[in-house]
């Protein structure tokens, strides 16, 4: 299948990540066709977090600084709890996920990742989910909270934990062939 042919999609993500969060995104939008890259603040690999321990290591193709929202059509932004709460400090991180949000392209966060979103401005008005832990985490940042697999809102597309990850993937690369999405400024 190549409905995603001549897409680029960029994954970010440091240690810690939600293994099955990167690497069932990573491989199904990769089977639909499209180019898919890991960036992070580390180079070499990044080490996932798999069930109640450390999983196993995924190459890192971009540093996160050599990384421009410019060449790619999407986002994905994996969960975990350490790997998000770890990139919301991480101010070069967070310019570039507002970047493909400001540039009206496909911003996708899964479990722990909506952090992110909140810190970007982007939670603020927008309907969202993410992991039940973090509810009211976005309901304080001014998003309109659902318990739902799936829910995107203008090409913002998250989802609550692994078990949702056929449906997110589905529906990034709905958004992804929908092309740019006009919204409001974060």
């Given at each position: 299948m190549s409905q995603l042919a001549g897409k680029n999609i960029l994954i970010l993500a440091t240690n810690g990540f939600e293994q099955s969060e990167l690497e069932v995104p990573q491989a199904k939008l990769k089977e639909a066709g499209a180019t898919v890259h890991v960036a992070s603040p580390e180079s070499g690999e990044i080490k996932g977090w798999d069930n109640k321990d450390w999983g196993c290591a995924v190459k890192v193709d971009k540093a996160l600084d050599a990384v421009d929202?410019?060449?790619?059509d999407a986002i994905v932004l994996p969960g975990g709890q350490m790997n998000p709460d770890t990139l919301r400090g991480n101010?070069?991180?967070?310019?570039l996920i507002k970047a493909f949000f400001d540039q009206g392209k496909v911003v996708a966060a899964v479990c722990h990742a909506?952090?992110?979103?909140i810190d970007?401005?982007?939670?603020?008005?927008?309907?969202?989910?993410s992991y039940k832990t973090i509810k009211q985490d976005l309901i304080n940042a001014g998003a309109n909270w659902q318990d739902a697999e799936v829910i995107s809102d203008k090409g913002v597309v998250t989802?609550?934990?692994p078990d949702d990850l056929p449906a997110f993937v589905a529906k990034i690369i709905e958004e992804i062939l929908e092309g740019r999405h006009e919204r409001e400024a974060a």
């Open positions: 929202a410019a060449s790619y101010d070069a991180a967070l310019a909506p952090w992110l979103l970007t401005g982007i939670a603020k008005g927008r309907k969202l989910t989802s609550r934990k």
